[in-house]
């Protein structure tokens, strides 16, 4: 018996066979990298756009250029462990599969580079370029795991090269402008319920759950999976600019705005589907079940998706208190709500999936302080509180993200006149955050409900080489 197909329109509805994308935990909250410098961690970035201590500004504020006499290189490596572990709660297995297990441990080891070289050009006007990394992500769950259908694989990479320009039109007041040229790669993966794309296809082919066909078809289907992988990239520019003004020769504050950076990431959709063996008595018809779920709606193809990476405000303070201790304070908004779904649409204009991200505004508050125990050598220290962007009731597997508390330390010894060294470490207590979810399209028989709650931490530890020509 020959089925005919499913056609596109059903079939890309069928319960168990959507793509789930989004984002995934980073460091700072959201996907957001703050690992911009070694000194700036040790004060959990407080006072970033008014300290303007070394080549690293051209990230936190373009003006802290004119403050810089010297030709100055940064270089700097973040090594960041994030820890993300699901606890089950209520969770259930979608039609035709088994539970499966917690995912394990989401996080790993990652490095994160930068670099920056700043060149004065004459007492009012200073050039640099930095490369850096501000957005990104790697999280991995086990194979098997209770929420394969919604999340296994989340990979953000992006490469930010930012030339600057300062000029200082007064001895109290420096300007900044800077251009981002930006590129972002992607990869998300996923298990498709194959058992229950073809229980679906059944029923819309008037076999009706319940009957002893369509009970013959689930027995003879069950935990049939079929592996998503998508895997995209773009080149992106935006700008940012900065003020710094010198209230007297040992305060500072310094203000600092990125702009958002639109992507439209192109890439590919692919399925590697299985080849179902069953009894010949239902070899035909599962087969021409099957060619119509690869046909109409796990196909390979081209994709899209639209991105606007938030901007970013940071609004900051210095103080120099004496020879031995500085302090310095830091607010930064992030414009998250730019992202309220994220959606992925075919070469032939139909939606492979859209997931509802509704991110709400934040902000990031921070307070740190330096002291200078000799000529050589100053301590550093910081504490921070960092916002989520993510709403509980929009809480994915791919972003089970929460509140987070920074507590960070830091050491800067002077080598000699022109070697400069920091090493910074952080941690970082992520609030518990409560998730429950089915799918979207929402569907418990396709693609299972998970359910439960995320323990999260992160460790961070890095080190820089500053250097003056």
Do not use: C
């Not at 984002?23 to 004060?43: D, K, M, R």
């Not at 700097?76 to 441990?105: C, E, M, Y």
């Not at 550093?380 to 709403?391: K, N, Y």
């Amino acid at each position: 018996m020959t089925l005919p197909l499913v056609p596109r329109r059903i079939g890309i509805t069928l319960a168990g066979i959507t793509l789930m994308l989004g984002a995934s935990p980073a460091w700072a909250a959201g996907f957001q990298l703050n690992e911009t410098s070694a000194s700036g961690l040790g004060n959990a970035f407080a006072g970033g756009a008014a300290v303007a201590e070394d080549a690293s500004t051209l990230w936190s504020n373009v003006a802290g250029m004119a403050r810089i006499r010297d030709t100055k290189v940064v270089g700097a490596i973040h090594l960041i462990t994030p820890s993300l572990k699901f606890r089950n709660d209520g969770s259930l297995p979608a039609s035709g599969q088994v539970l499966g297990g917690n995912g394990g441990d989401a996080g790993g080891l990652n490095v994160v580079p930068n670099l920056y070289v700043v060149k004065p050009i004459d007492r009012s006007w200073s050039i640099g370029v930095g490369m850096s990394a501000p957005w990104g992500l790697v999280t991995e769950y086990d194979n098997g795991w209770t929420g394969r259908f919604q999340a296994i694989k989340s990979g953000i990479k992006t490469i930010n090269v930012n030339p600057g320009l300062s000029w200082k039109p007064a001895d109290s007041i420096a300007l900044g402008l800077g251009l981002n040229l930006q590129h972002m790669s992607a990869e998300f993966t996923n298990q498709v319920n194959y058992s229950g794309a073809l229980l679906s296809a059944a029923a819309l082919n008037g076999f009706a759950p319940g009957s002893a066909t369509f009970n013959a078809i689930a027995l003879a289907t069950a935990g049939l999976e079929s592996g998503a992988r998508i895997k995209g990239s773009d080149n992106a520019t935006g700008w940012n600019v900065g003020v710094l003004w010198e209230l007297d020769d040992k305060t500072r504050l310094g203000a600092h705005y990125r702009s958002s950076v639109k992507y439209r990431i192109a890439g590919n959709a692919r399925f590697s589907n299985p080849v179902p063996v069953v009894a010949p008595a239902l070899a035909a018809l599962v087969e021409a079940l099957a060619g119509g779920v690869n046909a109409n709606a796990l196909f390979d193809s081209k994709v899209t998706s639209d991105v606007k990476i938030p901007a970013i405000v940071n609004l900051s303070y210095f103080s120099t208190l004496n020879d031995r201790w500085d302090l310095m304070a830091d607010a930064q908004w992030t414009e998250w709500s730019t992202i309220k779904t994220l959606t992925f649409v075919r070469a032939d204009g139909t939606e492979l999936q859209s997931t509802p991200e509704n991110f709400r505004n934040t902000w990031k508050l921070a307070v740190g302080a330096n002291y200078r125990t000799s000529r050589d050598v100053m301590l550093r220290g910081g504490l921070a509180f960092d916002q989520s962007p993510v709403r509980t009731a929009f809480r994915t597997p791919r972003l089970p993200d929460g509140d987070r508390t920074w507590l960070t330390a830091g050491v800067q010894y002077t080598v000699n006149p022109k070697l400069k060294v920091d090493v910074g470490a952080a941690y970082l207590w992520v609030k518990k955050g409560s998730i429950s979810i089915n799918g979207n399209p929402p569907s418990t028989a396709g693609n299972g409900l998970l359910s439960g709650r995320y323990n999260s931490n992160t460790v961070i530890v890095s080190a820089q080489a500053n250097y003056t020509f």
